[in-house]
């Protein structure tokens, strides 16, 4: 049902639904087939960072696209390169409503990819664009640092990822203050201006500014894998 509302408000970026059969085995949802790679599968056939102007493309079409669902009232909650589609003919379409939710509600995610999930998803607290936002800043981040260094970024030691989460909790309840600051004191235009084109480029900078505290924790490569 999600699925549906969204993608009839963008029927460019969004993988549209076709029709729903209520099979022997459940739900069968039926959508358009996409002639193309995912993004996954270019960030895996090519480890080193994306073109500049190709990622900030993918970024700022991904957002846009975003911005359509949140308007409708529903987070995505499981933004990520394979969910991107990418078709032959050009532009992008995000796929894969499954664990889509209404905004403000609370979420217990029984599913999900944990490197693109927000914090608060975690934490089974109620969720609302900016955790779609999140996993958008973390994909625009693998693209311009490159797979190989993406994935080397997530073997932190257990005191890197305490300060990286404790940095993270704090961003996020910072923005917090911020979005309601703004919703207080301007206009409806500009908060809505901020949350759907300030939250994002200030997300991807924060990403980034994580990137010494990765280095500097970065479990040994030789330590036994868990």
């Known amino acids: 049902r999600l699925h549906q509302k969204a993608a009839a408000a963008d029927p460019d970026r969004l993988v549209q ?4 059969v209520d099979g022997p085995h459940g739900l069968l949802l039926i959508s358009e087939y996409i002639s193309g790679p995912s993004l996954e599968q270019i ?5 080193a960072p994306m073109d500049v102007k190709q990622a900030l493309g993918i970024i700022a079409a991904t957002a846009s696209a975003l911005d359509t669902i949140h308007e409708q009232g529903i987070v995505h909650l499981d933004l990520k390169p394979a969910n991107v589609l990418m078709p032959r003919a050009g532009g992008l379409k995000i796929s894969d409503f499954g664990l889509a939710s209404e905004t403000d509600k609370h979420v ?3 599913a999900g990819t944990v490197r693109y999930m927000a914090p608060e998803l975690l934490q089974h607290g109620k969720v609302d664009g900016r955790a779609d ?4 800043g973390m994909m625009a981040y693998e693209m311009l640092a490159g797979r190989e260094k993406f994935d080397q970024a997530f073997k932190l030691d257990d005191e890197g990822w305490r300060k990286l989460t404790l940095r993270w909790a704090v961003f996020f309840l910072a923005m917090a203050v911020v979005n309601e600051y703004v919703w207080r004191n301007f206009s409806t235009d500009t908060w809505v201006s901020f949350k759907a084109f300030g939250f994002l480029p200030i997300t991807f900078l924060c990403a980034m500014g994580q990137v010494p505290l990765m280095q ?8 036994p894998a868990e």
């Open 17 to 20: 639904v076709i029709d729903i």
């Open 216 to 223: 500097r924790y970065g479990a040994s490569q030789d330590e």
């Open 108 to 110: 217990t995610p029984s």
């Open 43 to 47: 960030l895996a056939q090519n480890t």
């Open 133 to 136: 936002l999140y996993a958008l």
